[in-house]
């Protein structure tokens, strides 16, 4: 349901800077260099990160179809939510606090992955919560606008298809096979 407009996976496309940000201030946190493996995972985190928010504004666009205003579905959807957003990243923090503290042979490789998973997965999601039902209130008001010009009849060329259809009377496509049957397949006998 989110994907139908051009609009809000761009919402979901703004958590991405709220992971980078959290990544690169765990690495000055740590002590850890930005080096090509903790780049690899800034990569990997961009399949992480928008996790949150597609949980979000997934329920959120599910509430809204049932009926709900932008607001009262907003305030339902995220405080749903919000388990399975703490639990699948505490899940992950977790599991990366062995690699993260690690030493020995390949720490270097190993460390920076882990602390840039963290810290981006932490502030991502205390923001995402915070922020991204923000903005996904403004910038509906540009996808309700697009709706809204879409439907008003004589309005650019999905409003001229709207205006004659409903004008018209709905017509059954012709079936080619149908009409060649209808024929008498025999020919008409020649008098001659």
């Known amino acids: ?41 800034i990569v990997m985190l961009v399949g992480i990160v928008v996790n949150n928010a597609i949980l979000i504004l997934d329920y959120t666009a599910q509430l809204r179809h049932k009926g709900l205003g932008i607001t009262e579905a907003l305030l339902e959807a995220a405080p749903a939510r919000l388990r399975p957003i ?28 882990a602390v840039v998973t963290i810290g981006g997965v932490l502030l991502s999601a205390v923001f995402t919560l915070l922020l991204i039902p923000v903005i996904y209130t403004k910038l509906d008001r540009f996808a309700f606008a697009a709706r809204v010009h879409e439907r008003k009849p004589g309005r650019g060329f ?35």
């Not at 609009?7 to 959290?22: D, K, R, S």
């Not at 639990?87 to 720490?107: K, R, T």
Request: glycine share 10%; proline share 9%.
């Open 86 to 113: 703490i639990m699948s990243n505490i899940a992950i923090v977790f599991a990366l606090l062995p690699q993260a503290f690690g030493g020995g042979a390949g720490a270097a490789t190993r460390v920076p992955m």
């Open 158 to 192: 999905g409003g001229e298809i709207a205006a004659s259809s409903e004008l018209a009377p709905a017509r059954q496509p012709s079936d080619p096979f149908r009409a060649s049957n209808s024929v008498n397949p025999k020919p008409a006998a020649s008098g001659g």
């Open 1 to 41: 349901m989110i994907l139908k407009s051009f609009v809000h996976p761009f919402t979901i496309m703004l958590t991405l800077p709220l992971g980078a940000v959290g990544a690169l201030l765990a690495l000055f946190l740590w002590g850890a260099s930005i080096n090509i493996f903790s780049m690899m995972e």
